[in-house]
């Protein structure tokens, strides 16, 4: 528990008052946004943390499931949030934000920042084809109801799109469950490191009580400060001359994704890239397969109106070809920094497309 306290991004938790004391006094929108992201970085810190902690209770395929899912749940929580306020442009952004982010940004800096320390870090490149396949079924999943909103959008097929959004979401979901299945029981083979790795948890462990505790605080944190942060965001947009579009595809996915991000890196500079690269490709797949569709079946509950996977043919492009490109660079196994500037270069290209174009292309 000492080194929560040391100076790093813990300091950061020092935001969450200031953010609602911003919110008290009617601050600018822009202050009380950028104030909540910087309180979400170290909730999000702490989730990853509390659920590395359990996974030395629960092994290691539980451990990593566990990784995966609550390193998401901050990015669901700001989705359902923007979901509740109608913000269906930003939601949509920020799933696609929240796979260019880890796909490219996370992982680039991965492979830069373990590649600065290591000459060649070497991971399963069997795990990375799975990886590669399974977003390729994604993002052709996505672009599904897309299509069928640009070819008839103008007709009067509405109950026709919310069945198929309906029934794609079933699919997605079913999809993922066979995923999970497949890594964890049939062949975890394909998913295991190509070197054994010590396991360096019995250093400062946590015992199972407080790690459940922390995560369930974390939980709650983040949920209260997502809600602050969507509630800023729309006028943060609009003082900063920024479009819903670039504020869901950078700043809340940068935001959301802050602890899968944190942890691969911090594995990267390990040289454990196996855990690094599987953390950020499989979250990307958990946010297509499991985010998405479950959003969609939320919005009939929670949403003013269903939410329709219909994304412009701008995001699902940038999709495709960062799927392309990752799959290229990732796919032999071998991560040098070099690698990884390539990644947060194509980054940086689609950030900046997303910036200056208008939000319904």
């Known amino acids: 528990m000492k080194k929560f306290f040391k100076p790093g991004p813990n300091w950061l938790l020092i935001f969450i008052p200031i953010s609602f004391a911003l919110e008290a006094a009617h601050a600018s929108e822009p202050l009380i946004f950028f104030s909540a992201a910087l309180s979400i970085i170290p909730i999000a810190k702490l989730i990853v943390h509390s659920t590395e902690q359990l996974a030395t209770y629960t092994g290691d395929a539980i451990g990593g499931l566990l990784n995966a899912t609550f390193g998401n749940f901050p990015e669901l929580i700001i989705a359902v949030v923007a979901l509740k306020a109608g913000l269906y442009t930003m939601v949509l952004a920020s799933v696609v934000g929240a796979i260019l982010a880890n796909l490219l940004l996370a992982l680039g800096l991965s492979f830069f920042i373990g590649g600065t320390k290591h000459h060649i870090q070497e991971y399963n490149p069997a ?188 995001q699902i492009g940038a999709l495709f070809f960062a799927v392309i490109i990752g799959s290229l660079i990732s796919g032999d196994g071998r991560a040098n920094w070099f690698k990884g500037v390539q990644l947060i270069a194509i980054y940086i290209i689609i950030a900046l497309m997303f910036f200056f174009i208008p939000d319904a292309i």
């Open 127 to 314: 795990s990375a084809r799975v990886y590669a396949s399974m977003m390729f079924m994604a993002v052709i999943s996505l672009a599904v109801p897309s299509s069928f909103n640009t070819l008839f959008g103008a007709q009067d097929v509405l109950r026709q799109e919310s069945m198929l959004n309906i029934g794609l979401a079933i699919v997605l979901l079913l999809g993922y469950g066979l995923y999970l299945f497949f890594m964890i029981k049939t062949h975890p083979e394909f998913f295991k490191s190509n070197k054994d790795e010590k396991d360096e948890h019995h250093e400062d462990r946590w015992s199972k009580g407080l790690s459940i505790l922390m995560l369930v605080i974390a939980s709650v944190g983040a949920a209260f400060m997502s809600e602050v942060l969507v509630g800023a965001a729309e006028g943060t947009g609009e003082a900063l001359g920024m479009s819903a579009t670039f504020i869901g595809i950078v700043f809340l996915a940068v935001v959301g994704g802050a602890a899968e991000s944190f942890s691969a890196i911090a594995m990267a500079q390990k040289n454990k890239m196996d855990l690094s690269v599987g953390i950020l490709l499989g979250s990307c797949i958990q946010i297509a397969l499991f985010v998405a569709p479950l959003l969609v079946l939320l919005s009939l509950v929670v949403g003013p109106q269903p939410l329709h996977l219909s994304f412009p043919r701008s």
